[in-house]
Nanobody
Framework: QVQLVESGGGLVQAGGSLRLSCVGS????????MAWYRQTPGSVRELVAL???????KYGDFMQGRFSISGDNAKKTVSLQIDDLKPEDTGVYYC???????????????WGQGTQVTVSS
């Protein structure tokens, strides 16, 4: 079965940086897209950044240019670099991958358990 494992979250001071990582494992034939979402207190889960298997990147609205996503299809990994962290960035960050367990079949979404990011002021 497919499993996504996130790492890199923690407690940081405002203005600092974090690099979140996610690794997929299990029965994975190919990657369609990889992404990071976040859910801040009192809000719905929102897209932070996405990268397709062809290298096209998309960022969520109002991300202030502080987020950068990078992925490796062969290694089944995706990272999110966050610079100039602000207290409002506090929340749970979730790794998401659209994956094919078998070749030439529709991709299905998979989610990690989430990693907590806490930014102190």
């Amino acid at each position: 079965q497919v499993q996504l494992v996130e790492s890199g979250g923690g407690l940081v001071q405002a203005g600092g940086s974090l690099r979140l990582s996610c690794v997929g494992s299990g029965r994975i034939s190919s990657v369609a897209a990889m992404a990071w979402y976040r859910q801040t207190p009192g809000s719905v889960r929102e897209l932070v950044a996405l990268v397709t298997s062809t290298g096209i990147k998309k960022y969520g609205d109002f991300m202030q240019g502080r987020f950068s996503i990078s992925g490796d299809n062969a290694k089944k990994t995706v990272s999110l670099q966050i610079d100039d962290l602000k207290p409002e960035d506090t929340g749970v960050y979730y790794c998401n991958m659209a994956l094919r367990e078998r070749a030439f079949t529709p991709a299905s979404p998979y989610w990690g358990q989430g990693t907590q990011v806490t930014v102190s002021s």
